[in-house]
């Protein structure tokens, strides 16, 4: 019985003492937001209410998009979202819900759009920013325009914006859907930046996934949290891409 008691203490040490999870996104308002120095927005909110509901804590932290990509890769315990789950990212994370599902398309500044048409029927290159390490990087490569778009990597899809909004790249890769929100803090309405090329087959999904290595009670406790508040017929609203 000694022995008993003594292995259930070292076990619950064990848990105790365990690395802490971390929890890393990239800022993309207004789903990913850093509000007086707290990482917030609407997707914070759904992995925070999850872990709620898990019994699980996590300290959150925000990044470029690449780092994050990168911490999660590398690092066990580590939680990232929101992460598109597409085939050559499979074998890389646990999965443990949908939290949205995007579309893309090549998008450009409306006061441009006649001049940017025209220069690709007239096969003249474009420059096209992309975070680095964003899952539609080989979707920009299967379009039929792909040979004119010289892409230009970036750190974050804020950034890509800043730069189109800046006048020093010709379009951005993102969901148009998205455009109003992204569009507030310029002071301008969501039709200021038009869709010069749609991808077909975007269209995907995003989740919280866990990084590997990421202790396995955790895991589960996730994915059946996930289950009991969402399930499997969970509605996707369209939110953003990574």
């Known amino acids: 019985m000694r022995l008993l008691l003594w292995a259930i203490a070292v076990g619950l040490f064990g848990w105790c003492q365990a690395e802490p999870l971390k929890a890393v996104t990239t800022p993309m308002s207004p789903y990913q937001t850093l509000e007086h120095g707290e990482v917030s927005g609407s997707n914070t909110d759904w992995v925070r209410r999850l872990l709620t509901e898990a019994g699980v804590e996590a300290e959150f932290a925000m990044y ?99 730069l189109l909004m800046n006048g020093r790249i010709d379009a951005v890769l993102e969901n148009p859907l998205l455009l109003p929100e992204l569009l507030k803090p310029y002071q301008l309405p969501g039709d200021a930046v038009q869709v010069l090329l749609p991808i077909p087959a975007s269209r995907a999904d995003v989740y919280l996934a866990a990084s590997k290595g990421t202790r396995a009670a955790v895991v589960e406790r996730l994915q059946q949290a996930w289950q009991r508040l969402y399930g499997e017929q969970q509605e996707m609203e369209t939110g953003p891409p990574d």
């Open 64 to 162: 470029p998009w690449a780092r994050s990509y990168q911490l999660a890769r590398s690092e066990s315990n580590v939680l990232i979202y929101p992460i598109a789950r597409t085939a050559m990212r499979e074998a890389e994370f646990e999965w443990i819900g949908r939290i949205a599902s995007f579309e893309l398309a090549v998008l450009v500044k409306a006061d441009n759009f006649l001049s940017l048409q025209s220069r690709l029927q007239h096969q003249q290159p474009l420059s096209l920013a992309l975070a680095r390490g964003h899952a539609a990087a080989s979707l920009v490569q299967s379009l039929p325009e792909a040979e004119l778009l010289d892409v230009f990597y970036t750190a974050s899809t804020d950034e890509a914006l800043q």
